[in-house]
Each structure stands twice: as structure tokens, then as C-alpha cells.
């Protein structure tokens, strides 16, 4: 910020040059300093716009933050940009959907489980659609917390259906690889999430008995409207 400041300074120094020069190209030299001034102005909106959403987010006492679990399970679904690849397999450009169960924060150990994404306890239903960005091998790294391996896994967009009042969050972004973290933005919702939007960070913190993946999700949301008119 002071950097730009000190630049834009500079500039309005330069503009007062070249009207202290002769005026025997006083019509081209007023072109140059209204360019100049020009670009000072943007210089300064666009390092307010920079500062700006950060301090907003750190100064809102709105700002709600809770941790779920998650766990992916059946039924699951992919469409193979290959036809003859395995089963088991999957290769950047491969599109899915899963379903999982959503548990309280910290309920599920972290690393490889016998985890059952059915177990009592859950509070809510998971489910994701997206595009493979990473293949098999690359989880495989990942599995064995081999950090050479890709950290995304996915493009993906997720919902969180709560059971509480069948209220539902919905978030997109990049989908963390095993034992990586992403932080996503948090589109909107329904239910006692209407108008609110956010980011979260999702850290995939190992297996469940089917070799699925479980991850630990931290919102941190707030409500941006009345709902009024909607």
C-alpha cells in the first residue's frame, strides 16, 4: 500500500513537469499528463480494491465458523473419458457423483480406517458431482504421503444436506488429493443457510473401509442480504 502510494505520488510529481516545460507542445504534453493522472487514479482504486475484502472479512463479528466430518460412500458413479479403463481407475477429465454421510467435527480418525460411512451418528447427507483432474497413481502418491504427488484430486461442486431442518450448503472449487487441504468458496444455501456466503477449508485426512475418502470441512460463512425479494 505505501509503495503505491509513493508511485502514485511520483506520477502527480511527473505530471507537474511537463506542465513547468514550454509550451511549444503544450497540446501534446496535456494528452500525456491527463494519461499519467489517469493512471495514478487507477493505481490507487486498484490497491483499495486489494486491501479491501481482506480487512472486511477480519473485522465482520458476523462471521459464523463450524467443522463437520465427512465420509464418501455408495452409490458412486463415473462416466470414463476411456471406455476400456479399469474400474478401478480414473483419469483427468473423468466426471463423477457420491454420495457420503455427514458426522460432527472430529468423529472420524484421520489416516487409513475401517471407518463406515453408514454408521449412527450422522447429522446430515453429502454429495458431490465434478471432473477428475489427477488420475489413480497420483492418489496412490497421495495415499502414501508421497509429497510429490498432485495436491487436487478434482473439480467438484458439493452440497451438505443438514438433517436438523434439511438445510443445504453448497460449495465449489478445487478438491483436495489424500492428506492435502483446499479452501473453497461457499456458494449460498437454503434453509437457515439462505443468503449467506463464505469460504471453507477441506482437509482430506485419509480412508474409510471402502477406500473412499474422508475430509474434514471448516466453514467460515455470513450472511450478506435480508433474504427479501427472493
Not at 447429522?123 to 502414501?144: E, K, M, P
Not at 438433517?163 to 443445504?168: A, F, L, N, R, T
Request: aromatic share 10%.
Amino acid at each position: 500500500m505505501h509503495k503505491a502510494i509513493m508511485f502514485t505520488r511520483t506520477l502527480a510529481g511527473s505530471v507537474r513537469n511537463l506542465f513547468g516545460q514550454t509550451r511549444s507542445s503544450s497540446r501534446a504534453r496535456t494528452k500525456a499528463a491527463i494519461s499519467l493522472i489517469a493512471l495514478a487514479a487507477a493505481i490507487s482504486l486498484t490497491t483499495a480494491v486489494l486491501v479491501l475484502p481482506s480487512k472486511i472479512m477480519a473485522d465482520n463479528d458476523q462471521v459464523r465458523t463450524f467443522t463437520v466430518d465427512v465420509s464418501l460412500g455408495f452409490p458412486y458413479f463415473q462416466n470414463n473419458v476411456n471406455p476400456a479403463q479399469t474400474p478401478e481407475a480414473f483419469s483427468p477429465g473423468d466426471t463423477f457423483i457420491q454420495d457420503g454421510s455427514i458426522f460432527p467435527g472430529g468423529t472420524i480418525p484421520m489416516g487409513k480406517t475401517n471407518f463406515d460411512p453408514n454408521a449412527p451418528g450422522a447429522i446430515g447427507q453429502y454429495r458431490a458431482r465434478g471432473t477428475f483432474t489427477t488420475d489413480l497413481a497420483n492418489f496412490l502418491l497421495a495415499a502414501a504421503h508421497d509429497k510429490r504427488a498432485a495436491p487436487d484430486m478434482a473439480f467438484a461442486s458439493e452440497m451438505f444436506s443438514l438433517s436438523s431442518d434439511k438445510s443445504i450448503i453448497l460449495t465449489d472449487g478445487t478438491w483436495p488429493n489424500a492428506y492435502f487441504s483446499a479452501t473453497r468458496v461457499v456458494l449460498g444455501g437454503t434453509g437457515s443457510f439462505r443468503d449467506v456466503v463464505g469460504e471453507v477449508h477441506e482437509e482430506n485426512i485419509g480412508e474409510n473401509k471402502h477406500g473412499f475418502c474422508n475430509f474434514r470441512v471448516t466453514f467460515k460463512i455470513r450472511t450478506v442480504g435480508d433474504g427479501r425479494g427472493r
